[in-house]
């Protein structure tokens, strides 16, 4: 069993940055990948950046060149820094972990979510 606790959203203004912060704890062997997703009102849930179990990357063309997705891997802990941020990217943020536990299963598991909003 894996459990995920996401913490750093809140109220910014437009053109300011967020670090958001995901530490996983639970019987973990290994990460696959690390995701963070997002869901605006209104909208289907997006993928927004992923980073691989060697340290690739890959962002939404809406994110590329203002977030950055990063981890910690001696706290089981990935990072989403979000700058320049506006309106757009007002949205419950949610990570996700793709993970092989001590048991040897394979397991995904979703945060609980942590609300961003960008004011103007």
């Known amino acids: 069993q894996v459990q995920l606790v996401e913490s750093g959203g809140g109220l910014v203004q437009a053109g300011g940055s967020l670090r958001l912060s995901c530490a996983a704890s639970?019987?973990?062997?290994?990460?696959?990948?690390m995701d963070w997703y997002r869901q605006a009102p209104g909208s289907d849930r997006e993928l927004v950046a992923s980073?691989?179990?060697?340290?690739?990357?890959n962002y939404a063309d809406s994110v590329k060149g203002r977030f950055t997705i990063s981890r910690d891997s001696a706290k089981n802990t990935v990072y989403l820094q979000m700058g320049s941020l506006n309106s757009e990217d007002t949205a419950v943020y949610y990570c996700?972990?793709?993970?092989?536990?001590?048991?040897?299963?394979?397991?995904?598991?979703w945060g609980q979510g942590t609300q961003v909003t960008v004011s103007s």
């Open positions: 980073i691989s179990s060697y340290g690739g990357t």
């Open positions: 639970g019987s973990i062997s290994s990460f696959n990948t």
């Open positions: 996700r972990v793709d993970v092989k536990t001590m048991r040897g299963y394979r397991g995904v598991y």
